[in-house]
C-alpha cells in the first residue's frame, strides 16, 4: 500500500523509523508508485504490491478482511484502523497496526495516505503482562484459599481443587513420592462429577522408564495426545484404562529428590500452553513448601506435647519414691520406734533411692547416646551368660508377678558384643515382659541362630500392643494409655533405650502384637559376626514364681477411726500404714482399684487415702464407685498422687474427691489434713 507520488506536498521522502512503513495508493485504493520502505520490510517487489498485489504479503487468514475493510474505506472516503498479519522479508509474519486517511481537495479524494507500524513486540509484550497477571492472580487465589489450613489434606484438596478447575482439567492430583521405595502417594485429589478420585499408592514404574527418569531430573511430562505420544511401555495403556487422554504431570526435585508432584488431567487430547505448565510447575512448588510447612509445625505440635506429658510423667515419677522415703525417715526418728521397724524403714529408703537412681540412668543413657557419646565395649561373649544376667535382674520382678519364665537359648553361641548393654536390652525386654502381664502370666525368651543372625524373642501372654500403636513404641517417652497403670515407674525410656542399644551393635527391634490382651513379642536381630562352638553351660531355669500379696487388711476394731490406704507402691503403702496406725487410726490397705472397694465395704473406713494410678481400676473410678454406694458414699476421700497439674485436680474434684494432695506431703501436715477430714465429718 505504499504509493509516493512524485510532485505533492506528501511528496517529502518519509523517514521510517522502528519499522514504520509509510504509504500511498490512488484515489481508487490501488498502489500505483513504489515504496522502498515496503519494499525492504516485505522483500516484495514493485511489480509485487503494486495495485493490490501488496494483500499478498498478508498472512492468509487476515487477507479476505483486510481486502474488504480497505474497499469500504475507499468506497465510503472514510480514515482507517486495522490490525493484521504481514510477512516480514524473512518469512516471518509480524503484528502490524496500519492506520490511513484520504487526503481531500476540493471536496474530492484525490489519494490515501497511513503508516504500517509493526506492533509485534509491544502486543507479545502486553500478552505476556496478561499471562503472567493471571498467573499471579491464580497463585494468589490459591494462597488466599489455602493459607490458613493446617491440615497437609486440606492444603492439597484445596490447591487441586482451585488449579483443576481453573485449567478446567477432568482431574488435578498433588502426589507425595517416597524417595526410598519409587513410590507415589494420592492422599487427596480434585475431579469433575462423574470422574473417580485417583487416590491411592502408586509406582512411579506407571509413567515408563523415560517419563519416570526426566521426572526425577525435574523435567515435567505433558503428553497433549497420550495415543499419539505415548507407547504401550511408556503408559499410554495405563492412561486409556482410567479415561485419561492428555496429561501434565510437573515433578518437584529438591536436593536432587523427586519429593512431589503435580498431575493434571483431561479427558480428552488438549494441548497445553507453555504458562500452563509453568503454573502447574510453581503451583506444585508452592503447595509442598506449604505441606512441609504445615507436617513440621504438626510434628513440633506433637513433639511438644510429648515433652509436656514426659515433663509431668517425670514430675509424678520421682515425686513417688520421695513420699515412701519421707515416711520412713519420719518413722525411724520417732522415740518409740524398734530397731526392726528402723531396719524395714532404711530398707525402704534403699530400695525407693535405688529406683529414683535407675531412672536417672536411664534418662542419661538415652541422652547420652543420643549426644554419640557412648561407645560399645565388644568382646567375645557367651549368649546364654548374658541371658543368664539379665534373668538374674528381673527375677525378682517375675517372682513377685508370679509368672512362668520359659527360657530357650541353644548352648555355646558366642556373640560379638558389648555384654553389660545387651544384658541391659535382653533386660528391659524381660521387665516390660512381666510389667505387661498381668499377675500369673507366661513370658518366653527364645534365642535363633539363622542365616548369620542371631534373633532373641521376649514373648509375653499380657496386655497387648494396638496394632496402630506398634510403630511409636520406640520413641522416647511413648507410653500406651492401657498399661501406664502397670507401667511401675517406667518413664517410657526402655525401648529408646533398647532400640538405640540394638542399633548401635548394627541389628534392629521390633514388636509384634495381635492386639490388646493378646500378648506381645519383641524381637532382636544381630548380625552373628563371631559363633564358636563351647562346652555348654548350665541350662538357664526359668525363674521360680511367687504369689503377689494383692490385698493387706488390718481389721482391728477398737473404735479409733478407721482409715483405708489405697497405694500400689508396696514400701509406699507400708509408710502410709505405719505412719497412720502410729498415729492411733485403725487402718487397712489396697494395692488396686477393685480390692480398694472390696475393703472399703468391708471395713467401712472414715477416710480413704487413695492414690491415682492403681491396677485395675484407677483412683478416678474408685472414688466414683465409692460415693455412688450408700455405705461408703459419705466417707472423706483425699486424693495422695503425684499428678498435680491443674487438671488432674479437675478431675479428682468431678469424681467426688474432697481434697488432692501431691506428693510427697510432710508426714506432720498429711497427719493434720486427715485429722481435720475426719472432723469435718463428725
Ligand atoms: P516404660 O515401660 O517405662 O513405660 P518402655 O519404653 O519400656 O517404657 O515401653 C514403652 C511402652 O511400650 C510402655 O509404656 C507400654 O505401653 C508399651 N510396652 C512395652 N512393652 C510391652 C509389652 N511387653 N506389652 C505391652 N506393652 C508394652
Redesign the pocket.
Known amino acids: 500500500m505504499a504509493n509516493r507520488p512524485s510532485a505533492s506536498p506528501l511528496q517529502r521522502e518519509p523517514e521510517a523509523a522502528d519499522g514504520t512503513i509509510v504509504w500511498y495508493a490512488a484515489a481508487d485504493g490501488a498502489v500505483v508508485e513504489k515504496n522502498p520502505q515496503w519494499q525492504a520490510f516485505t522483500g516484495q517487489t514493485q511489480t509485487d504490491y503494486m495495485g493490490l498485489g501488496w494483500l499478498d504479503a498478508v498472512h492468509g487468514d487476515d487477507q479476505e478482511f483486510l481486502k474488504a475493510s480497505w474497499l469500504e474505506a475507499v468506497r465510503h472516503a472514510k480514515p482507517l484502523s486495522l490490525r493484521y498479519r504481514l510477512r516480514r522479508h524473512d518469512g516471518e509474519y509480524r503484528h502490524v497496526v496500519a492506520q490511513g486517511a484520504p487526503v481531500v481537495v476540493d471536496g474530492k479524494v484525490v489519494r490515501w495516505v497511513g503508516f504500517v507500524v509493526d506492533a509485534t513486540d509491544s502486543l507479545q509484550a502486553s500478552e505476556a503482562l496478561r499471562v503472567s497477571e493471571e498467573r499471579f492472580r491464580v497463585l494468589d487465589e490459591i494462597g488466599g484459599a489455602t493459607r490458613h489450613l493446617h491440615e497437609a489434606d486440606s492444603v492439597m484438596a484445596v490447591t487441586t481443587r482451585l488449579l483443576g478447575q481453573y485449567l478446567g482439567a477432568t482431574r488435578c492430583a498433588y502426589a507425595d513420592v517416597d524417595s526410598d521405595s519409587d513410590r507415589f502417594t494420592i492422599r487427596s485429589d480434585y475431579a469433575v462429577d462423574g470422574v473417580a478420585s485417583s487416590a491411592g499408592v502408586y509406582s512411579l514404574d506407571l509413567f515408563g522408564p523415560k517419563a519416570t527418569s526426566n521426572l526425577r531430573r525435574g523435567r515435567h511430562l505433558v503428553v497433549h495426545d497420550v495415543d499419539q505420544e505415548l507407547g504401550f511401555e511408556g503408559g499410554a495403556a495405563m492412561f486409556n484404562a482410567i479415561g485419561i487422554k492428555s496429561i501434565i504431570c510437573a515433578g518437584l526435585v529438591k536436593d536432587g529428590q523427586l519429593v512431589a508432584m503435580m498431575a493434571v488431567h483431561q479427558a480428552q487430547p488438549r494441548h497445553w500452553t507453555n504458562d500452563e505448565v509453568h503454573l502447574v510447575s510453581e503451583v506444585v512448588d508452592r503447595c509442598w513448601a506449604h505441606i512441609e510447612r504445615v507436617r513440621d509445625a504438626a510434628a513440633l505440635r506433637e513433639q511438644d506435647a510429648r515433652k509436656d506429658e514426659f515433663i509431668a510423667t517425670l514430675a509424678h515419677e520421682l515425686r513417688n519414691p520421695l513420699a515412701p522415703i519421707k515416711y520412713a525417715v519420719a518413722i525411724a526418728s520417732r522415740e518409740d520406734v524398734s530397731p526392726t521397724r528402723t531396719v524395714r524403714m532404711l530398707g525402704v529408703i534403699d530400695r525407693q533411692v535405688s529406683l529414683m537412681s535407675r531412672l536417672i540412668d536411664d534418662l542419661l543413657d538415652v541422652s547420652r547416646i543420643n549426644r554419640g557419646l557412648i561407645e560399645l565395649q565388644p568382646e567375645d561373649s557367651q549368649l546364654d551368660a548374658i541371658v543368664a544376667r539379665a534373668l538374674e535382674a528381673t527375677q525378682v520382678l517375675m517372682d513377685a508377678r508370679n509368672h512362668h519364665v520359659s527360657v530357650h537359648v541353644p548352648p555355646g553361641i558366642v556373640v560379638h558384643v558389648d555384654p553389660a548393654r545387651m544384658v541391659q536390652v535382653i533386660g528391659?525386654l524381660l521387665t516390660?515382659?512381666g510389667?505387661?502381664t498381668p499377675p500369673g502370666g507366661r513370658v518366653e525368651l527364645e534365642v535363633l541362630v539363622e542365616n548369620d543372625q542371631l534373633t532373641i524373642s521376649v514373648r509375653?501372654n499380657?496386655?497387648?500392643?494396638p496394632h496402630s500403636e506398634l510403630g511409636r513404641?520406640f520413641q522416647m517417652f511413648?507410653?500406651?494409655p492401657h498399661?501406664r497403670a502397670s507401667?511401675q515407674g517406667?518413664?517410657?525410656?526402655?525401648?529408646?533405650l533398647v532400640r538405640k542399644l540394638v542399633e548401635l551393635h548394627g541389628g534392629t527391634v521390633r514388636a509384634e502384637?495381635a492386639g490388646l490382651d493378646q500378648g506381645?513379642t519383641?524381637t532382636v536381630t544381630l548380625p552373628l559376626s563371631a559363633t564358636e562352638p563351647s562346652a555348654p553351660n548350665n541350662p538357664v531355669l526359668p525363674a521360680e514364681t511367687m504369689d503377689d500379696g494383692a490385698l493387706d487388711r488390718t481389721s482391728k476394731s477398737d473404735g479409733s477411726p478407721r482409715v483405708l490406704v489405697v497405694e500400689d507402691n508396696p514400701d509406699g503403702r507400708e509408710t502410709l500404714v505405719t505412719l497412720l496406725q502410729g498415729s492411733g487410726y485403725e487402718v487397712s490397705s489396697a494395692d488396686n482399684g477393685h480390692d480398694a472397694i472390696a475393703a472399703a465395704l468391708a471395713h467401712q473406713p472414715h477416710l480413704v487415702l487413695l492414690d491415682l494410678g492403681l491396677p485395675g481400676l484407677d483412683g478416678y473410678e474408685v472414688a466414683k464407685a465409692l460415693r455412688a454406694q450408700g455405705t461408703t458414699s459419705r466417707l472423706a476421700i483425699i486424693a495422695l498422687t503425684g499428678w498435680g497439674s491443674a487438671r488432674d485436680l479437675e478431675r479428682t474434684r468431678e469424681a467426688g474427691f474432697d481434697l488432692h494432695l501431691t506428693k510427697p506431703v510432710e508426714p506432720s501436715e498429711l497427719l493434720q489434713l486427715v485429722q481435720a477430714a475426719l472432723r469435718r465429718l463428725s
Open positions: 528391659n516390660n515382659a510389667k505387661y509375653d499380657g496386655l497387648g500392643i513404641l511413648s507410653q500406651l498399661t507401667a517406667g518413664l517410657g525410656l526402655g525401648l529408646a502384637s506381645s519383641f
